[in-house]
């Protein structure tokens, strides 16, 4: 992409608006435009970063076993009614009538509809488990939204439903989801922590958040400080494997608000241990057994001939809140400086020539350099503009893009000046850098 053709509207000042660093580097950026409270364009380089989260996200619940479908944004209150939701869920819920006058929703979650397809398709223990996903527009109507996409109206969410024949064979599917978020944070080099959390409205007896610190998150938490050494890796998805990997998890004493009990924490942590801070909830998991099979009737014959009710859990991510949450964990305030991770960075790279009437040199080489990594299948933009040098170096340093190239007055045609945000710069050749960032991609 060349700068010159691109839609990135960036802010010289910090919106007033704006509270939080997410929502301020967001707007700065041009990432993303209100188009009305708590609703949100997404502009293209908030667009590109949320589709690479999004990539990550899918990948992973693939690799469990989940299947992919697309349910509609908007719902008919007829399930909504089966379930008893329709009246519980309040004011946060969107209600619009169509031109018959039928009652009609913005779907705020999923678990009525996806029962209904559940129940209308599968009738036998033999087709369980199911795993179903997919990714979504959502909208709960925020009494006060806020902190940009952090806690808006409409969002982007992946939800998951699973569906079984028993408590152990349920509590195995939650397992599974458990592990793919570790594994899904992991990758969007977040270290998101399960905390043992309330059901709120989604319901259930078991469920746990998967949180981020960070100073200006909405959940406040109580934990040891020892789970963030614990290490995820290497776990199968076997169920001895998986109930391994929770146990030594919940080894460690950590709640959210909801949860929280002074003399529990007090037995439990030692007091050099005790971490009571703030966090952002990035995902959250529910096992709730047959709240919504057994008012929607979602049953399957069992072996005896007999049937019973599934057994179900559902599984959010928060998507689009996510662009947001890794501003929070990577921007450094001290330097003013965003590096986002090269694997959801909006691109890979940024050549950045010092582009005036007279350096016309600079303009050619910049050119072959962006041709040469765009063959290689490297994400690049390129500042073909005559904005002053230090501006656009101010305006990457913003944007967060993690390597750059920069080609100042010095420039001799040979080693290229490369820069990784926040590290020393190094002169190295074309090739290094693009094997660099091939090899650095490998391993996303
Ligand atoms: N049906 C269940 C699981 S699929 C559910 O809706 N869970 S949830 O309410 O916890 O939402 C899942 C995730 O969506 C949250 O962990 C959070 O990351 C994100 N989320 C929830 N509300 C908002 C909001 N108002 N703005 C942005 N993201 C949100």
């Known amino acids: 992409m060349l700068v010159s053709k691109s839609l990135i509207p960036i802010l010289k000042n910090n919106p007033t608006e704006a509270k939080i660093k997410s929502h301020q580097l967001m707007l700065r950026a041009g990432m993303i435009r209100q188009s009305s409270a708590g609703i949100y364009s997404w502009l293209p380089l908030g667009f590109k970063v949320m589709k690479k989260i999004e990539k990550i996200v899918r990948e992973e619940q ?22 008893g ?104 080099d977040l270290s998101a922590i399960p905390m043992a959390a309330d059901t709120g409205p989604i319901g259930g007896n078991l469920s746990h958040e998967f949180i981020i ?97 599934v057994k179900m859990g559902s599984y959010g991510v928060g998507v689009s809140r996510l662009v947001g949450a890794i501003i929070e964990a990577k921007y450094n305030d001290k330097d003013e400086i965003m590096k986002w991770p090269l694997a959801v960075s909006p691109y890979d790279i940024a050549i950045i020539p010092l582009v005036s009437k007279n350096e016309t040199l600079n303009v050619e ?8 990594l765009k063959e290689k299948n490297i994400d690049v933009i390129l500042d073909d503009t005559e904005e002053n040098f230090s501006s656009k170096l101010k305006k990457f340093n913003l944007i967060g893009i993690p390597y750059q190239i920069l080609i100042g007055k010095k420039f001799d045609g040979n080693l290229l000046e490369f820069k990784e945000i926040g590290k020393e710069t190094q002169h190295l050749s074309l090739n290094q850098i693009s094997d660099l960032i091939i090899k650095q991609k490998s391993k996303i």
């Open 365 to 372: 080489k910049a050119n072959s350099i962006y041709n040469f």
């Open 85 to 188: 939701r329709y009246d519980d869920y309040g004011e946060e819920m969107l209600r619009i009538k169509d031109r018959q006058g039928r009652e009609m929703l913005y779907g705020p979650t999923n678990e009525e509809l996806i029962t209904e397809i559940f129940r209308s398709s599968i009738k036998s223990y033999k087709s369980l488990p199911q795993l179903l996903y997919h990714i979504q527009w959502k909208f709960r109507d925020e009494l006060r939204p806020r902190f940009g996409i952090m806690r808006c109206r409409e969002f982007y969410m992946k939800d998951a439903y699973s569906f079984d024949l028993n408590d152990e064979e349920a509590k195995f599917s939650y397992n599974k989801f458990y592990l793919s978020y570790l594994k899904t944070f992991k990758r969007l």
């Open 213 to 309: 610190l960070a100073d200006t998150g909405e959940s406040k938490i109580f934990t040891d400080k020892r789970i963030f050494e614990v290490n995820s890796d290497g776990y199968k998805l076997e169920k001895k494997s998986l109930e391994e990997l929770r146990k030594k998890f919940e080894t460690y004493y950590s709640v959210t608000d909801e949860k929280y009990n002074k003399s529990e924490f007090e037995k439990n942590v030692p007091e050099e241990h005790r971490l009571v801070t703030k966090g952002i909830e990035v995902g959250h998991i529910f096992y709730f057994g047959d709240k919504y099979s057994k008012p929607l009737n979602a049953a399957v014959d069992f072996q005896a001939g007999k049937k019973d009710f």
């Open 62 to 83: 693939d690799r469990i076993g989940a299947q992919e479908l697309l349910m509609p944004t908007i719902q008919s209150s007829e399930i909504w009614k089966e379930s």
